[in-house]
């Protein structure tokens, strides 16, 4: 359930006039069967269940016995919310007692101090190498010793591709990167070399944020309790893709033209375009027209993402190791368990984005044409579009996510 307060202007019944009465909506995100109970969240459903658990008992004083929280065994979206591989040599292993709960204490707090060192000291670079690093190589525990002094194997953690602070490196590294890209125009804006810096580090912002928006997409297979989240991350996606192909550092490697009339075709393959301006989008949605709707949006996207993928990530270790950031179905597979095993696979033994921002002064950055520019805006509104879509399920008109897009769309040249 979403439940989604709002304001209206209205006359009591008492006589009282002119009152702001505070009015609540309670929306449905799900068919509920007769006789069902009916839930609400009342924490963070991207936390596994212990973290869930936790919070509840520390806020609220209660144990929650739903059907995600009681399952057993646990549901695939908790289990690869916290899985960790703990890796010796060549062996590895998700389960190792002792090392996986020394895992649990030290991978948190890496990921809270490089959070720490953009949000708190305001140095995103920093933050942006530390995430990088422990996404790319693990984190080693060197610590180790056994009691007669003598030192113990090193091991090294690995976080799931969808552990619950993967997902949050990727959240931070899209706004930290975003962050690093601004400073760099803002400081050397007369420096071409430091344009293509900054155009780099935009596109890679723009890829962990469409690394996102896919990470939901699959979790949301599982867990249709998601949706509000979903709804927010693609949001975010199409708003960053739309702000960089409308960029002005494009007019640095090719003529800029306008993009209004591409906002404003229809697109072929899916009906998302029309519902939005139809109005179709704030009315009940029944389960099967979500299903098309999606399944078209998906194919859309893909197509789209398959052209741009390759741009985006160019020079980016850790992310060139994700052929479609969309399609997370090899996850589910035995042989890649883990992002170690694919850069084991892949050769990738590269420090941090090695050579990422290596641009010799007026050199153009790789893979930048204006179809690609073209693709990515055409993805950017298709992620607005069905963004404003899951916005009308949760939230219902008028909401602010469905707002801000339709502000976004309505705004483009």
């Known amino acids: 359930m979403r439940i989604a307060p709002f304001c209206k202007e209205t006359q009591m019944e008492s006589g009282v006039c002119g009152n702001n009465v505070l009015l609540t909506k309670v929306r449905s995100i799900k068919r509920i069967k007769k006789g069902e109970e009916v839930t609400v969240a009342y924490t963070d459903l ?21 059907s995600r929280c009681g399952a057993v065994p646990p549901t695939y979206v908790d289990c690869v919310l916290e899985e960790i591989s703990v890796v010796n040599g060549s062996s590895s292993s998700s389960d190792s007692g002792f090392y996986r709960d020394k895992a649990t204490q030290m991978l948190p707090k890496y990921i809270d101090d490089a959070i ?19 996404l790319t190589q693990g984190l080693r525990d060197e610590r180790l010793e056994c009691n ?28 930290a990167y975003k962050t690093c890209a601004n400073d760099t125009l803002a400081l050397f804006s007369e420096t071409n070399g430091n344009i293509c810096e900054a155009f780099d580090m935009s596109r890679t912002s723009l890829a962990y944020s469409l690394l996102l928006a896919g990470a939901a997409n699959h979790l949301f297979q599982f867990e249709p309790s998601l949706i509000a989240s979903f709804a927010n991350f693609w949001a ?12 002005s550092t494009w007019s640095e490697f090719m003529p800029l033209s306008s993009l209004s009339s591409i906002r404003k075709h229809n697109c072929l393959k899916c009906s998302l375009r029309n519902k939005y301006e139809t109005g179709s989008f704030h009315s009940q949605v029944q389960y099967a027209d979500f299903e098309h709707v999606s399944s078209e949006f998906l194919d859309c996207v893909t197509g789209y993402v398959q052209t741009v993928w390759h ?3 160019h ?10 950031p969309l399609d997370f179905k090899w996850l589910m597979t035995a042989k890649y368990s883990s992002l170690c095993e694919i850069h084991c696979c892949s ?13 010799i002064s007026g050199c153009e950055p790789q893979g930048c044409t204006s179809q690609v520019r073209i693709h990515l805006f055409q993805l950017g509104v298709h992620c607005l579009l069905y963004g404003a879509y899951l916005a009308g399920i949760c939230f219902g008109e008028g909401s602010y996510l469905a707002s801000h897009i339709q502000n976004i769309l309505d705004c483009v040249e």
């Open 46 to 66: 991207l936390q596994p269940k212990s973290m869930r658990q936790t919070d509840l008992w520390s806020k609220y004083r209660f144990i929650c016995c739903c």
């Open 236 to 247: 975010s996606a199409g708003e960053s893709l739309m702000t960089f192909a409308r960029s």
């Open 148 to 175: 007669d002094g003598m030192s113990r194997p090193t091991f090294t953690y690995w976080l799931h591709p969808l552990h619950h602070l993967s997902l949050n490196a990727y959240t931070t590294l899209a706004s």
């Open 315 to 324: 020079g980016c270790n850790h992310l060139r190791v994700v052929r479609d």
């Open 311 to 313: 741009f985006l990530v």
């Open 347 to 359: 050769g990738n033994n590269g420090g941090l984005n090695s050579g990422v921002y290596k641009n």
């Open 116 to 134: 720490s060192d953009y949000l708190s000291i305001g140095d995103p670079q920093s933050c942006c190498e530390k995430l990088q690093h422990v």
